[in-house]
């Protein structure tokens, strides 16, 4: 916790006060470091950038998540088990393994150094996490609930609108926070995937994590700038960030 | 007749094929986004793949790449620094996240609540600011914990932190636990509030201790608990990347480079994709040996719930 009230505290304070021992608590509070970043540091861009790459992962994960656990609900076949147990698989293959034939893939295509790269890289990602996570929650929906629906002549998307998803919210807001917040931060498949135009905000930072020597205001100005909105969003939605995290443990 | 049999094969209500198109976009981006690339690196790793150079025939050299990798140094002393990394960061995780979680339940559950809302912050942010801030905690000049050190009368001599190949990888260590201790945290707390009362009154009127029942009643409970806190956030540990990038860049001398980075800076750095891709795959092997056992337990319990 003081690591990030001293990160925030610097990032108003003028440069020659974040050098000084003990560290200041009065100080005089300054906004040049986030004028730097913002304007002469495309931090503006950035951050629109981010949004734009998360939002739309958000969307896809969720929507598509949703979707396939209802799928994998409703069969009873083997190749959905399987399918579902090699997707947990995949979240043990690491993101350099897979970004390294990715970037040249997108490359051939000329589709690198776009919005595309990181949204598809951190989308799936997310899908066989959010698939995995509905499951877990969805575990406490009787199965009579599903069949009674049927027997009532309920069509099998409408038993998913009236039934299913309502009962899901939960977990869908969950869903929404956590993939939020993992592309958000998500720096490696961004660094090579995106170009100037599209930088993230944890690309941004990078860049400046580089250097040998760190300007101190300016990169806590850009790390500000970059986690207080998600720790905002993070706290408003606690209560479903601790349930998705806690899903596959407790639920039973 | 005809017609009914083929309108019963297509029809969405009956059978799998409502699953499979509702799953269908999900196992697109996985194919083309992993599974695709996936093969295709592997078949990289068995050229010599410089990028900027047309690759021929000639180019191929089997498991020559794979070869190298033993051969070479720093690619050996990576592997260790991840080996010991994953090991002691998720032990720590899992040791410390424990500890306090169990000290916490003491308090009230209000005030649990509301340091929660503090200790979470950490778990949002991306590791890379993580990696920034603790840059700063560890800067030699005008750091934080020097200067808490310092009121002990310690000082760099003591704790080199980065600046030293001894605690280099330590220090990203200690970086990784303020990260991931909270998640571990939450979700042993909620493993231990749903261990039913009963169980802690029976050891009660057996006499057995605090320390005894937690050893012999919570853990044991707390194993599935912990298998998920694997799959979760053990598994990245293997990959880690982003932290060591911010904090040390692998160095000093290689002190702190991990598989990841070294992959990374081999394939964009110094364009070796070839070797690169070698390295990325290798280091998906490891994570498979280190960390395939709890998937393969986890898969298996889960079956076995379902079958019950």
């Given at each position: 916790m003081?690591?990030?009230?001293?990160?925030?505290?610097?990032?108003?304070?003028?440069?020659?006060?974040?050098?000084?021992?003990?560290?200041?608590?009065?100080f005089?509070?300054?906004?040049?470091?986030?004028?730097?970043?913002?304007?002469?540091?495309?931090?503006?861009?950035?951050?629109?950038n981010s949004?734009?790459v998360?939002l739309?992962?958000?969307?896809?994960?969720?929507?598509?998540?949703?979707?396939g656990?209802?799928?994998?609900?409703?069969?009873?076949?083997?190749w959905?088990?399987?399918?579902?147990?090699?997707?947990?698989?995949?979240?043990?293959?690491p993101?350099?393994?897979?970004?390294?034939p990715?970037?040249?893939?997108?490359?051939?295509?000329?589709?690198?150094?776009?919005?595309?790269?990181?949204?598809?890289?951190?989308?799936?990602?997310?899908?066989?996490?959010?698939?995995?996570?509905?499951?877990?929650?969805?575990?406490?929906?009787p199965?009579?609930?599903?069949?009674?629906?049927?027997?009532?002549?309920?069509?099998?998307?409408?038993?998913?609108?009236?039934?299913?998803?309502?009962l899901?919210?939960p977990?869908?807001?969950?869903a929404?926070?956590?993939?939020?917040?993992?592309?958000?931060?998500?720096?490696?498949?961004?660094?090579?995937?995106?170009?100037?135009?599209?930088?993230?905000?944890?690309?941004?930072?990078?860049k400046?994590?580089?250097?040998?020597?760190?300007?101190w205001?300016?990169?806590?100005?850009?790390a500000?700038?970059t986690?207080?909105?998600?720790?905002?969003?993070g706290?408003?939605?606690?209560?479903?960030l601790?349930?998705g995290?806690?899903a596959?443990?407790?639920?039973e | 007749m005809n017609?009914?049999?083929?309108?019963?094969?297509?029809s969405?209500?009956?059978?799998?094929?409502?699953?499979?198109?509702?799953?269908?976009?999900t196992?697109?981006?996985?194919l083309i986004?992993m599974?695709?690339?996936?093969?295709?690196?592997?078949s990289i790793?068995?050229?010599?793949?410089?990028?900027?150079?047309?690759?021929?025939?000639?180019d191929?050299?089997?498991?020559?790449n794979?070869?190298?990798l033993?051969?070479?140094?720093?690619?050996?002393?990576?592997?260790?620094?991840?080996v010991?990394?994953?090991i002691?960061a998720?032990?720590?995780?899992?040791?410390?996240?424990t500890?306090?979680?169990?000290?916490?339940?003491?308090?009230?559950?209000?005030?649990?609540?509301?340091?929660?809302?503090?200790?979470?912050?950490?778990?949002?942010?991306?590791?890379?600011?993580?990696?920034?801030?603790?840059?700063?905690?560890y800067?030699?000049?005008?750091?934080?914990?020097?200067w808490i050190?310092?009121?002990?009368?310690?000082?760099?001599?003591?704790?080199?932190?980065?600046?030293?190949?001894?605690?280099?990888?330590?220090?990203?260590?200690?970086?990784?636990?303020?990260?991931?201790?909270?998640?571990?945290?939450?979700?042993?707390t909620?493993?231990l509030?749903?261990?039913?009362?009963?169980?802690?009154?029976?050891?009660?009127?057996?006499?057995?201790?605090?320390i005894?029942?937690?050893?012999?009643?919570?853990l044991?409970?707390?194993?599935?608990?912990?298998?998920?806190?694997?799959i979760?956030?053990?598994?990245?540990?293997i990959?880690?990347?982003?932290?060591?990038y911010s904090?040390?860049q692998?160095?000093?001398?290689?002190?702190?480079?991990?598989l990841?980075?070294y992959?990374?800076?081999?394939g964009?750095?110094?364009?070796?994709?070839?070797?690169?891709?070698?390295?990325?795959?290798?280091?998906?092997?490891?994570?498979f040996?280190?960390?395939?056992?709890?998937?393969?337990?986890?898969?298996?319990?889960?079956?076995?719930q379902?079958?019950?």
């Amino acid at each position: 916790m003081t690591p990030i009230y001293l990160l925030v505290t610097n990032s108003f304070k003028p440069t020659l006060e974040i050098k000084s021992i003990p560290p200041s608590f009065f100080f005089h509070p300054t906004i040049t470091h986030y004028k730097k970043a913002l304007i002469n540091g495309e931090f503006g861009n950035y951050f629109i950038n981010s949004l734009i790459v998360a939002l739309t992962t958000t969307l896809i994960s969720v929507v598509g998540g949703a979707f396939g656990a209802y799928g994998l609900m409703l069969t009873k076949s083997r190749w959905a088990r399987i399918a579902s147990n090699s997707m947990l698989i995949g979240k043990s293959v690491p993101a350099i393994t897979i970004l390294i034939p990715l970037y040249m893939i997108l490359n051939i295509f000329r589709v690198g150094g776009t919005y595309l790269g990181p949204i598809l890289a951190h989308s799936s990602v997310n899908l066989p996490f959010v698939i995995w996570l509905m499951l877990s929650f969805a575990k406490a929906i009787p199965k009579e609930l599903i069949e009674s629906a049927a027997i009532d002549g309920a069509r099998r998307m409408q038993t998913f609108w009236k039934i299913i998803f309502p009962l899901l919210l939960p977990a869908i807001a969950s869903a929404i926070i956590l993939s939020m917040q993992y592309s958000w931060n998500e720096l490696l498949f961004s660094l090579q995937l995106t170009s100037m135009d599209s930088y993230t905000l944890p690309v941004g930072i990078a860049k400046f994590v580089g250097a040998m020597s760190v300007d101190w205001g300016k990169s806590s100005a850009a790390a500000s700038i970059t986690m207080v909105p998600i720790i905002l969003v993070g706290f408003i939605m606690q209560r479903y960030l601790v349930s998705g995290l806690t899903a596959g443990a407790v639920k039973e | 007749m005809n017609r009914e049999i083929k309108n019963r094969s297509l029809s969405l209500e009956k059978g799998d094929l409502l699953s499979f198109l509702l799953i269908l976009p999900t196992l697109l981006i996985v194919l083309i986004v992993m599974i695709i690339p996936l093969f295709y690196g592997i078949s990289i790793s068995l050229f010599r793949y410089d990028i900027g150079r047309t690759i021929t025939a000639s180019d191929f050299v089997g498991l020559g790449n794979y070869l190298r990798l033993f051969k070479d140094g720093t690619m050996l002393k990576s592997l260790t620094n991840t080996v010991i990394f994953a090991i002691s960061a998720t032990a720590g995780d899992l040791i410390i996240g424990t500890l306090i979680a169990v000290l916490l339940l003491k308090i009230t559950p209000k005030a649990r609540g509301l340091l929660r809302a503090l200790y979470i912050m950490p778990l949002l942010i991306s590791p890379i600011i993580v990696g920034l801030i603790w840059r700063y905690m560890y800067d030699p000049s005008s750091g934080f914990l020097y200067w808490i050190l310092s009121l002990f009368g310690l000082g760099i001599k003591q704790f080199p932190g980065m600046t030293a190949t001894s605690t280099a990888l330590l220090s990203v260590i200690i970086a990784h636990w303020w990260q991931v201790v909270p998640f571990v945290i939450i979700v042993v707390t909620a493993g231990l509030v749903s261990i039913p009362n009963e169980y802690y009154e029976a050891a009660y009127i057996d006499g057995s201790g605090e320390i005894r029942t937690f050893f012999s009643i919570s853990l044991p409970l707390l194993v599935k608990v912990y298998m998920v806190i694997i799959i979760i956030s053990g598994v990245d540990t293997i990959k880690v990347f982003d932290i060591i990038y911010s904090l040390t860049q692998g160095g000093p001398a290689n002190s702190t480079m991990s598989l990841s980075i070294y992959a990374y800076k081999n394939g964009f750095e110094m364009y070796q994709m070839g070797y690169a891709m070698a390295i990325a795959v290798f280091t998906m092997f490891v994570s498979f040996i280190i960390f395939g056992i709890p998937f393969i337990r986890f898969g298996m319990q889960s079956k076995g719930q379902e079958e019950a």
